[in-house]
């Protein structure tokens, strides 16, 4: 099954290639590795908005997480192709986390799964995730993602 076959089994759908907000490219190759810049959980013209709390329905945090790994595969896609994808390698996310709330790894779980789901063992990468004080438009998260190319297809 191709990479969009299993986007489209699990209804998950590639947003449009985001255009960088600043003086960045969107991916960065080098020695057949994919260096994603951050992503943050926009739709549209919005953002899915932070700080996140122990109240912020669950289903806020998924669509966060989700939103911010389609973009990362979206930009993936537009420089190498999904299938030159040859396995994910690292994901950080950086959490907008209000008073007190401790839980940024299960906040990143989301994007995690979306990765597993589509690459399925060459999906699993390690992790880092990590508080902050704010982030671009206040979004709730933030996604950079390291992901290696099939030889020969850079």
Known sequence: ????????????????????????????IY???????????????????????????????LQAGQTCALRALSVLDQAVGLENIERILFVRGFVYGGEGFQRFSSVVDAASQVFIDVFGEH???????????????GGLLELEVTAVIRPGAS
């Not at 969009?4 to 960045?24: C, E, H, I, M, V």
């Not at 999906?123 to 438009?137: D, I």
Request: hydrophobic fraction near 35%.
């Open 31 to 61: 020695g057949g590795v994919a260096y994603v810049s951050g992503q943050v959980c926009r739709v549209g013209e919005g953002v899915i908005s932070g700080p996140v709390t122990d109240q912020t329905p669950a289903q806020v945090v």
């Open 123 to 137: 999906g699993r990468h390690a992790r880092s995730a990590v508080g902050v004080a704010g982030l671009p438009s």
């Open 1 to 28: 099954m191709s990479i969009r076959d299993t986007l489209r089994a699990l209804g998950l759908d590639l947003p449009q290639a985001p255009s960088p907000k600043g003086d960045y490219v969107p991916v960065t």
